[in-house]
């Protein structure tokens, strides 16, 4: 919601985001101790992921629709505008999963012992350039940024900046419809596994979900074309058409429902002939409870100082959170290994610390960093 000062601020969606941040942290660290995609923890955790690019979809069509379609903004000013907010974040992220690297070698990641420093630091390098190089993975997924896996969805929201700076900005209502019901079907027909275009390999290993989107090649890349496509678009059509939704307590009931939705056990069970039902489950998430959460955030405002100091928090301290946090997951799945033994209770209390520390980083990040160096970079580089 940077560089808005003219516009009011839809605060309690700027509050859903930090719920679904602090919602992915907890997947993760639930994720070591889950036993397979069919029991995790927190089961739909990584859904939050197409909540944000809802929230991101709406946010570029409040803050830019009317400036760029009548060119009161150049296209040079609002990629300045995106990297300003968005890079700083992306280079301390990918440093911290640098420093830390060999700290995770763990049987969970066999490469990271025999992964010279040089290329660790290349690694390095092309994250910061948002190169993908899933050729120097040091995990065995092939993702697309190795040593801070989260920028996958970064570098789409990046190109879905591009393509909404260059076209989406200008089309009709009439046309963003008819796109949007088009994605919606692809986001159906990937979760019920429907495969109406026949590229989905023979037993891929997240049957029953749209979990995916690391990689922009094969099967992978299709499902990170469709996770994003969607929610950027109808993210954009409810900001155009602002019919919201009032509720009282408008910020607390969203977050219940996106907690709960997150929450959700899996639907269907082990069984191959009802993954279905799970990613059906999924994909009406996101066609269409996030839309309607969405729709009633932007539709209620916060009564109290105490909301609103909590909201600006979440919001401040999201986007931080999301592209620091992975170092406490993977941290973690080293610790498991070599301490198998010992009670649950102390399993726990690590997975409390690691989250604690993983909100710490975020907020050090936050004020000690992020907020200076996009101040500094908004006096030098932006028209004001």
Same mark, same amino acid.
């Given at each position: ?42 089961? *739909? ?30 296209? =040079? ?42 290329? &660790? =630091?290349?690694?390095?390098?092309? !994250? ?9 993975? *040091? ?22 900046? =591009? &393509? ?31 495969? =109406? ?60 429902? &996106? ?86 209770? !102390? ?38």
């Amino acid at each position: 919601m940077a560089y808005l000062e003219s516009k009011p601020r839809y605060e309690t969606l700027d509050g859903l985001r930090g719920v679904a941040a602090l919602m992915v942290v907890a997947f993760h660290l639930f994720e070591t101790y889950s036993g397979g995609t069919t029991h995790q923890i927190i089961n *739909h955790g990584y859904l939050a992921v197409d909540f944000f690019f809802l929230l991101s979809g709406f946010v570029l069509g409040y803050a830019y629709d009317d400036r760029l379609s009548a060119s009161r903004l150049s296209l =040079v000013d609002f990629f300045k505008r995106r990297i300003v907010r968005l890079h700083p974040m992306i280079i301390l992220g990918g440093l911290i999963g640098l420093l830390l690297f060999y700290h995770y070698d763990t049987s969970f990641f066999p490469l990271v012992k025999t992964t010279p420093w040089w290329q &660790v =630091v290349l690694i390095y390098v092309t !994250t910061v350039l948002m190169i993908p190089t899933p050729w120097m993975d *040091h995990r065995g997924w092939e993702e697309n940024f190795p040593i801070n896996s989260p920028q996958w969805s970064l570098l789409l929201e990046y190109i879905a900046n =591009v &393509v909404y700076a260059f076209v989406l900005c200008r089309v009709s209502k009439r046309v963003l419809w008819a796109l949007t019901l088009v994605s919606a079907f692809f986001v159906i027909d990937l979760g019920a596994g429907l495969n =109406v275009l026949g590229d989905k390999p023979e037993g891929y290993w997240s049957a029953g979900t749209v979990t995916g989107g690391w990689l922009f090649t094969g099967w992978e890349g299709h499902i990170a074309w469709v996770r994003v496509s969607f929610p950027i678009l109808c993210g954009l059509l409810l900001s155009r058409y602002r019919r919201f939704v009032r509720v009282k307590g408008g910020f607390w009931w969203c977050s219940l429902l &996106v907690v709960a939705t997150l929450s959700m056990p899996r639907i269907g069970g082990d069984d191959p002939a009802h993954y279905w039902q799970n990613g059906l489950y999924e994909s009406l998430c996101i066609v269409a409870v996030f839309p309607f959460v969405i729709a009633m955030g932007a539709g209620s405002g916060l009564s109290g100082a105490r909301s609103q100091r909590l909201c600006k928090w979440l919001a401040d301290i999201s986007y931080p959170l999301y592209i620091t946090h992975i170092f406490a997951r993977y941290l973690q799945m080293a610790w498991k290994e070599g301490h198998e033994d010992l009670p649950l209770t !102390t399993h726990i209390m690590v997975s409390v610390s690691l989250f604690v520390v993983a909100l710490l980083v975020a907020q050090a990040a936050l004020k000690l960093y992020d907020e200076p160096v996009r101040e500094w970079l908004k006096q030098k580089w932006l028209k004001r």
